[in-house]
Structures are given as structure tokens and as C-alpha cells.
């Protein structure tokens, strides 16, 4: 049978913790947040499209024609609009069973990857990414494990047991976000690795687990898809969309079948980041003579004595920065933002704060 | 003799260390700095009004207008506009001698007050005034003295010598800026008070001292004055504006009249801030629940683990600080400057710097 590999890209999540630059209707996934002239989500396309038959954006209606623009390469079709947010196993569930109808007779392996990470090393990526598509190809449901360099708290871990024969090892689980000591531990072990969010699976192998272990929500995506290229396909989604169980695919699928010893993880040898908050962001810019690091313009920063600092300004105006190290200005038409890297990750109690006042900015 | 006194405001300064609020198109004399709804100027003529029979602003073409606009009650002839900045010798000896020709046969005494100072209890600030034109009516030259309350480094300093009759007391000496040491040997001996740059002092006897110890600028100045209000005006300060020794009063008088035993102190019991910086602008300013101190609207800020912090939203913006105690932000429409309140007296630095950028935005 015929193998092709398809990536799916779930483009949905709004990115709060870059406010006030990446906004619920201007997402982070939408911005050249690393200065390369592309955006993420069109990094991602450039990283995927060598690698695959087709790839496909699982997407918001607000986001359909950011994306269309961005991607003009992008065939429409492939281009699926979810009617409102589902979470991840619907949105990659969708994209499986539609991609099974597309290619009959086919062995389809699918890829899902998300629109906005940051990862430079092309060639590391693609080979990770070969090596996952053949482990799956042994019906494992396959993830891409990072190389932790740090005890981070912000990442969830993946615990690596036995290799197996493709060159992966076998999942021993899951651990959603540590506390430090924990994650120190996990970093201490060797054993442990970063979860990127990457998922690679056989289609059918990924319908397969999803009719057992998520029937309701199985049977619900294999309507929608069977309508999806025909003109039922707003009928079907408007009646069952909303009905749908909102689940993460890490909990639908990875958990309960990696304690059943059918996940596998592939070491991803690469550089790579998921661009999570203003202080991630920094480390992914060039640092200038004055020790700042700016998104946009260094011509629209001044700044004296103040080492380390992160700067987006994208409003035209002049930015001047005076002896704050490590300072985070983010200067946008209607909101400013100023922190510090430490305190970046909180920048969603901003957000939530924002959201308490009646939304506006948000 | 009539006596009659008669208040001088020089209105030039940019207030260089309130950039990017105070502009030299724009500067600080013409802000409101304090929430009052009066800006500097302003709050300087409601203080000066009811003290004196006139009051004579001195300040720079561009100006002009906007103190028109601002000091509506003001008769236009009471506005002198200097060609040109020739320091405060220059202007306040123009006002002298215009004012001795404009009353003749009057006991003329003169007080100069600085445009941007800000001062709230008036019934002290009267009272002191009060005891200054009886001191320069024994034909002293005379300062009025603040009580120093910290060993300041950003303020000149007067050495207090014995009483005089009049409840003011001789002047020892002027000294500039001093280190930190010296400021605080200066606080120590409670014989020194902060210098706030007033001046009262008869016309007649300020002449003089200026024709014996600066003849030239003198005469300039008298030639001037006669032509004032002639309609050689113009021609005459077009010939001798220009030429005119540029010298502050502190140097051309005080300084060697108080040599010679010739000026007089008087302790003046009230607040006074020369809104200097930010950091002494946000001492004026009322601090909000959350502790920050803000110059405009406060629901334009939102700040979390911020106190100390000092913000101006003059752009209509939102600014969202995030753990960043004492920070000073300061958002214009072309300009936004982010600093702290430690920081705040260097914000000269960064005028200087965008001036040998080629000067835009100061």
C-alpha cells in the first residue's frame, strides 16, 4: 500500500503570555516574531512542506483569511475551519478522518505540529521527523522528545524508556508542567525529555484508539468528516461540532496508550522553542551592541545602561530605555507593556485582568 | 515715594529632564505637572497676582502664543519676548529697567520667580515675599532660602549669616550643586538653605550693581529698556539683543554682592519643588491604591506589583506595568521613555543623545 505522510497544524491559541502584541484576534502564531521575515505559522509551513504530501491548517473562522494570505500556497481545501474551538483532539482528530477519505487506499501517517514554534535546525527537524513517520509506521503512536537543557517548569516531560527498533524508545508517560525541585529531578535522571506537542501516527491507528477510548467524540468526527467534502458539510458541522467531547489529544490518546506501551518517543536533536512569553521570545533575537534585544527596528530603540532588555516596538514610536536591564517594553498602537524577563510569564494575570474589566485589548 | 512691587516670571527652560512630556517647542512652564488642571505657569501667576501690582512674564517668540493662551488676564504689553535666550541676567534686567521706565517717580522693587517651581501654601509663600520687599527696601539684594529637609545634590545652596532688623538674614555665600558629602555636611550644620533662584530686590539698586559690576550689558539693557515701548523697539533689539554679555544672575549679582555683604536671605517656610525629574514630579503627584503615582488619567494604567512606580499616559494608550516597583514610563504620542526613579536625573543623557542624533524629538 502506497505510504504518505500529511502535516496537520492545529492554529488556534491566541499566545496571552506575548500580550500586548499577540492579541485573541491577532495571534501569535500570525507575527514574525523572530525577525526572519516570516511568520510562525510560515515557518512552520516551511519547516513541514519538504517533508510531506500535503499539509493541512486546522484553523478559527476569525483566522481564515490571516492564514489564506500568509500561506497563499496553501490549497484552499486544506485549509479546515473549525466553527468554534473543540481543543486539540478534535481539531487533529478532524484533520485525520478527512485526510483518511481523501487518500482511500492509502496508508495514511500523519504529522501534527504546532503553527507556532520556532525551530531553526531544519535538517535535525527532518530527520527526528523520518524517523518518527517509521517508528509509526509500527503502529506506535510516536512523539518528538526535546533535549532538556534546563529544569524547566513551563514544559511538560516525557519519560523515556527502551529503545525499540526504528531508533525510538518506548514512553514510559506523561507529566504535565513540574514544580522545580521535580523538574530539577527529571534533569538530573537524563530520562526525562522536553513534550514539543508533536504527535505522529497512522491515521487509522489514531482513529482506531480514538473509537475506543473516545467513542462518542470517534463517531462524531467520522459524520463530520464523511460530509466535510460535500455540500452537507455546514448541516453536519452546525448539528454535531458543538456536541463534540473537548479533550486534549495528550489526554484522549497519548496517556492511556503509553500505559498500554504504545507511544513512542523520537530524541529531536534539534534547537527548539515554543516562543512561550516575552523572555523566551528574547533569547530567539539578535542581541544588539547595547546589549538589547529587539523585535522590530533597533533604529526605534534608544537605550543606555540597560543590558538584557527585550523590545518590540511596533507602534513608530521612539522607545528609550534608561539604565533598565533586563526590562521587557512591548510598545503596540493602543496598549504598552512593561516587565521585566522575570516576571514575563505572568503576563497572563495581565490578560486575565484585562479580560475581568470587560475585554477590550485582549 | 510709591512704592509698588512687581513680580517677574523668566519662562524659557525646556525642562530638559522631563523629556519626552517637556519639549523645547513644548516645555515644561506650559504642563500641567500636578493633576490641579493649572499648568506651571499658571499656578505661578495665581501665587504672584494678589502679591503684586504687576506681574511681567519674559519668555521666547515660540512661546509667545501659548503663554498668551495660557494667561488670558495678562495684558499683552506685560509679556517681554526675548529675541533670543541670553541667560537670566539678560532677561531680568530688561525687565527691571522697563519696569523703572514704566513708573517713574515710583519706589519700583522687583521679585523674580521662576515659571516651573511648584509651590501650594500660598499664605507662607506671601508671607515670605512680604519680609523679601521689606528687606530690599533697606536696599539689599534678596533671596529667599527653602529649608533643606535632605542633603540634595540637584540644588545650589545659600549660607545663612546673622539676622538682620527686617526678620531676613545676611548671606555668607553661594554655592553650586555639591557632592554628596558636602551636601550632607552642608544639612548637618543647619546653616544652609536650598537656593530657589528668587530674587527681590529694588530696580534701582539692581541697575546699579549691574552698571558697576557689568557696565556693558548694562547700558545694552538701559538702550533696550528706553526703546521698549517706541516703536523702535524692534530695530534697537535687533541691533543689541544680539550683543548683549550672557551671564545668570546668580554670577553677574548675587554672587559678588553677597561678597561685599549686600544680600539678605529670608527663610522661606513653605513647600517648594523645582519638579527637577520625574522622581521629584512623583512626589507631587497623589499615589493611587495600587501605589503608583500617576500624571493623567488613572484608568489608563493598570498595574500589578508596581509601588513606587511613576507613569504619565499622555498618548491615550493603555500602559500595563508588571512587577516593576519605582519604575518611571512616560508615553507620549511619538515618544516613550522607561526608566526608574533612581534613574530618573539622567534623562538629560538621553536628550543629549537624541540632539547629537540630529535632534529630533527633543
Chains 1, 2 share one sequence.
Request: glycine share 10%; proline share 6%; charged share 20%.
Amino acid at each position: 500500500m502506497t505510504q504518505s505522510f500529511h502535516a496537520i497544524v492545529p492554529a488556534g491559541g491566541a499566545g496571552t503570555r506575548l500580550w500586548p502584541l499577540s492579541r485573541q484576534g491577532n495571534p501569535k502564531f500570525l507575527h514574525d516574531l523572530t525577525g526572519t521575515g516570516r511568520t510562525l505559522i510560515q515557518g512552520t509551513l516551511d519547516r513541514l512542506a519538504p517533508l510531506s504530501d500535503s499539509v493541512l491548517v486546522v484553523t478559527g473562522q476569525p483566522h481564515v483569511d490571516a492564514v489564506a494570505d500568509q500561506l497563499p500556497e496553501l490549497p484552499a481545501e486544506n485549509v479546515l475551519v473549525e466553527p468554534s474551538p473543540r481543543d486539540s483532539m478534535a481539531a487533529i482528530g478532524l484533520a485525520a478522518a478527512v485526510l483518511n477519505r481523501r487518500h482511500p487506499g492509502q496508508d495514511v501517517i500523519l504529522g501534527s505540529f504546532a503553527a507556532d514554534h520556532v525551530i531553526t535546525d531544519h535538517a535535525a527537524f527532518a530527520a527526528a521527523v523520518r524517523t518518527a513517520v517509521a517508528t509509526a509506521a509500527e503502529d506506535y503512536v510516536v512523539t518528538i522528545g526535546i533535549g532538556a537543557t534546563e529544569p524547566s517548569t513551563a514544559f511538560g516531560y516525557i519519560h523515556v524508556g527502551d529503545p525499540i527498533a526504528t531508533g525510538a524508545h518506548q514512553v514510559l508517560g506523561f507529566t504535565e508542567k513540574p514544580d522545580a525541585e521535580t523538574a530539577a529531578e527529571y534533569l538530573a535522571t537524563g530520562a526525562y525529555r522536553w513534550n514539543a506537542g508533536m504527535f505522529v501516527v497512522r491515521a487509522r491507528v489514531l482513529l482506531d484508539h480514538l473509537a475506543r477510548l473516545q467513542p462518542t467524540l470517534a463517531a462524531g468526527l467520522e459524520e463530520i468528516a464523511a460530509a466535510w467534502d460535500t455540500t452537507d458539510r455546514d448541516a453536519v458541522l452546525t448539528r454535531l461540532w458543538p456536541t463534540l467531547t473537548k479533550i486534549a489529544i495528550d489526554h484522549a490518546i497519548a496517556e492511556p496508550v503509553a500505559a498500554a506501551g504504545g507511544v513512542a518517543v523520537v530524541p529531536g536533536e534539534f534547537d527548539w522553542d515554543d516562543v512561550g512569553d516575552w523572555r523566551s521570545l528574547g533569547r530567539l533575537l539578535t542581541t544588539g551592541t547595547d546589549g538589547v534585544r529587539t523585535l522590530g527596528d533597533p533604529q526605534d530603540v534608544l537605550s543606555l545602561d540597560s543590558p538584557g532588555s527585550v523590545v518590540a516596538p511596533t507602534s513608530g514610536r521612539r522607545v528609550v530605555l534608561l539604565g533598565v536591564p533586563d526590562a521587557v517594553v512591548v510598545d503596540t498602537p493602543d496598549a504598552l507593556l512593561v516587565t521585566t524577563r522575570d516576571q514575563a510569564q505572568r503576563v497572563k494575570d495581565v490578560v486575565d485582568r484585562l479580560a475581568s474589566e470587560g475585554g477590550s485589548l485582549i
